[in-house]
């Protein structure tokens, strides 16, 4: 009996043992689960069946004992659950602040590269502004110095006086000259006189910042002892001329400084003189007018002369011979100073030899990236043999501007092959073609008013060329804005078929592209055809002789997707 109650306690103790650690809800050892009031739940199982032990098999103060202690593991569980549950809590507000803080490293990043290109922007202004005041200190550096040359030039011509002495015209009159030559004498020195101390002074002797020695063109060719007389005088100009150079570099660079020789007469050793003072002198154009040299006398620039003062010049833009002497030796360097200096305006009026204007054109209009845009080749004889060139070059649209073949010898098929360079030319504004005899009116000239403008129909009305001024041509394109001529000439044409009422006709074949541009010609465009043609019709009218022809009209309108609208 005492081993059976002695063994019964073991073996149910086993067998509670056993029956706490066989359910899977309370093993503590499985790790199945994440949950911690799992885990709680299983320790409280294994404590209450121990409990229930106890109590079957203790006395009543050990069974109170064991529920105070299980009552206590109960409570220290609970307050571990609500312990992970402020754990559980407090991950969440981690993931939380893990994604706040991802959001403020995003808005940094984006701040940083605000700034950043904030201080870019404001580096990068200070660096123009300080380029700018840097480039303004050098400019204003510059314009000092230029002053200072300036005042040195001034301060070095306070004491100087003309040493030449200017004999009147009576006076010379006594020394065994002519009337004329006396005359010619007087009025040069005093002119010399005059441009040179303007010069000393600091002024330009002329208006427009322009050197201008000017003599009479219908003066006599003088001997060579006469133009001699005036050598001391051709000495004082050249040497005001040459120290001027100061004056000429305080001008604007909008301003144009020029230099003109126009009629002189020069000796050999003035025309030296003369040349040595131009080299180099930073004058814009350079304008060398009726310097022909007849039998030794009469002889001022030389073309060989010209041509060394213009390659020693890099500021030249403009040149201008006219009636000298271009040979054919001439024409390659005539060409390089055009191509290096970046000449805008070539004026070669009546100074090609016999035989070298058409080589001369060709020269010029084969240079590459020409920047001419005003080219003067009258009166040198140019025939067709140059003229399909020149069509060719037109046509391809150049810079050229201002051209003037005038008083040469074109025909009727030059004139049909510059028609049709036109009509793909929208660059050239004037044309002079006058006092080439050959071009007679039924052909030539027609062929040039065709291209000016086309009056067969409007598509040809509004292809026409409105560009161009062909100088002694009516007064087609007489407007600077092409756009305007073009809606003159569209208005013209249906004011004269408003006349017979015959507008309605000619939409057959229209472009529907041109119908905007005519019934904008007709409201906008009317004023300047009467302004300048005398025109006397309202718009109205023809708008009202268009519109009520709906069975021509309305297909136009359709195709340019107008509903029709029904009564």
Known sequence: MNGNISSSP???????????????AHDVNTGKTNDGGGFLSSWFGYFSGRRDDASSGLGSSSREDNRTQLDRMEEMMMRMEEKLATVSSVESRCEELERKCSSLETMLESTKKHIDNKIDQKCDSLANRLEAKVESVRIQEAGNALHHKYNEMLIKNQSWEYSV??????????????????????????????????MRRGEFPCKWFDINVEMSDSAPPFSYEVNTELYPHWNEFAAALKQFTPAINLLPDNCESSFTFYS?????????????????????????????????????????AILDVVESNKHLRKL???????????????????????????????????????????SLLTIDDLKLENLNMSSNHITSVGITLLSDFLATNPRLKDLDLSEN????????LIANALRSNTTLQDLNLTDDNSIKQNIGVEALYLVMSDDSSLNAAADSNHTCQIKGLSSYNWHKNWRINRGSKIYHLLFFRHETGSNAKHFDDLDVKILPNMLDAVQKYHNHAIEHDSLRLEPLSIVYEIT????????????????????
């Open 264 to 304: 002189v007469q020069l000796n050999p050793n003035a025309t030296l003189l003369i040349k040595d003072a131009l080299m180099g002198m930073p004058f814009k154009k350079l304008d060398f007018t009726n310097n022909n040299i007849e039998d030794g006398a009469r002889g001022g620039m030389s073309v060989d």
């Open 548 to 567: 009520r022809k709906w069975d021509k009209v309305f297909p136009l309108y359709k195709s340019l997707g107008v509903e029709r609208i029904e009564n």
């Open 165 to 198: 002495p200017v004999t009147g015209r009576y006076d010379i009159a006594f020394d065994d000259y002519t009337d004329d030559e006396a005359e010619y004498l007087a009025e040069t020195a005093e002119d010399l006189k005059d441009l040179t101390t303007k």
């Open 409 to 416: 010898n074109l025909n009727d098929s030059d004139a049909e």
């Open 10 to 24: 073991t073996k149910k103790r086993k067998a509670n043992d056993g029956r706490a650690t066989t359910g899977g």
């Open 320 to 362: 201008v011979i006219w009636k000298n002497q271009i040979g054919s030796q001439h024409i390659e360097r005539l060409c390089s100073a055009v191509r290096n200096h970046h000449l805008v305006e070539l004026d070669l009026f009546d100074s090609c030899e016999p035989g070298i204007g058409n080589e001369m054109l060709a």
